[in-house]
């Protein structure tokens, strides 16, 4: 079995017109774990049963060799939860999503293990049960339910069970993202996090989550900087993303419409129109004059989620 597709962000049908699709997602600064968009970036694996454990990549990078493969892991806790016996899988990887950078790697990983190996099996999870499983691993939904849906998608985990609703995001905006050359765990970047909120804190986010989702499907751009605001997660991790507050500044400088941390960080989006085609010249422009641990990628919104062809 093979996960290809035409990917627009490689520039015509690399993968012969079909792919994975676990695709580049984020939360968004006032939507902490509960808001996630898919972009067009992905990860694409191939997959097939075999009778030993067999993990190479496609472009030299290091990947675990074994069990303790991420994709390995998902695919086979999918043959556990059907009660079938796995013998062993070969998986060959080709990751466009960089590592430990708040794109959502580990969720497009996840992603394709789950749908890879139900395909195996002759989908014997529904798409419902997918979503449900891949948020139950990861432990919150926000990077995993878009990654399969596509789109821009809101979701709570809720005793083994996801809730969420998905919507296209408006045609007028584009994404600028910022990508540094270092990484930033997960598990420090939640460290970074105080244990409790005031009660005006708490207020202030969920304001502006519910905002965004309305501005960000209505149209009303106008309100995007105001709803990216975020006090639960971003003052206590700027500290941690060296030039963090900077980029977001200077991206908002530039002309975007709100700009904040891209999931646990380092890397930074920026939304903004569609018509200022040369948004990413300037963002560009600026890494390499006063950034140049960071590089600026344009991404559109990917609309279809995961994908899985047999070959």
């Not at 900077?246 to 002309?255: F, M, S, T």
Request: aromatic share 8%; charged share 20%; net charge negative.
């Amino acid at each position: 079995m093979k996960f290809v597709r035409q990917c627009v962000f490689c520039k015509g049908e690399k993968y012969n017109g079909s792919c994975n699709r676990p695709c580049y997602e984020r939360q968004y600064g006032s939507g902490y774990d509960s808001i996630g968009i898919a972009l067009e970036l992905y990860n694409v694996i191939d997959l097939a049963e075999n009778d030993h454990i067999d993990i190479s990549d496609k472009n030299g990078q290091y990947v675990p060799q074994d069990e303790s493969n991420l994709i390995y892991q998902c695919a086979k806790r999918v043959y556990d939860e059907c009660g079938k016996p796995l013998s062993g899988l070969t998986i060959v990887e080709d990751c466009a999503i960089p590592q430990t950078r708040g794109l959502g790697s580990s969720s497009a990983c996840t992603v394709a293990g789950i749908m890879g190996a139900n395909m195996l099996l002759g989908e014997p999870l529904d798409r419902n049960a997918v979503i449900d499983l891949a948020a139950t691993i990861e432990g919150h939904p926000d990077n995993s339910t878009p990654a399969i849906l596509g789109g821009f998608c809101v979701a709570l985990l809720e005793n083994g069970h996801v809730h969420h609703v998905r919507v296209p995001v408006h045609g007028a905006i584009d994404f600028v993202v910022f990508i540094p050359d270092f990484q930033l765990s997960t598990e420090k970047a939640r460290a970074a996090l105080p244990k409790t909120i005031d009660h005006h804190d708490a207020v202030y986010n969920l304001a502006r989550a519910a905002l965004l989702a309305g501005s960000l499907t209505t149209g009303k751009l106008e309100n995007l900087d105001a709803a990216t605001g975020d006090c639960l997660h971003q003052p206590y991790r700027f500290g941690l993303i060296e030039n963090g507050e900077d980029i977001v500044r200077e991206a908002k400088k530039l002309g975007a419409l709100g700009a904040f941390i891209s999931g646990a960080g380092p890397s930074i989006v920026a939304i903004v129109y569609k018509g200022d085609r040369d948004y990413i010249t300037r963002a560009q422009e600026l890494c390499e004059k006063l950034y140049p641990h960071w590089k600026a990628v344009q991404l559109r919104c990917d609309e279809v989620g995961a994908t899985v062809k047999r070959l």
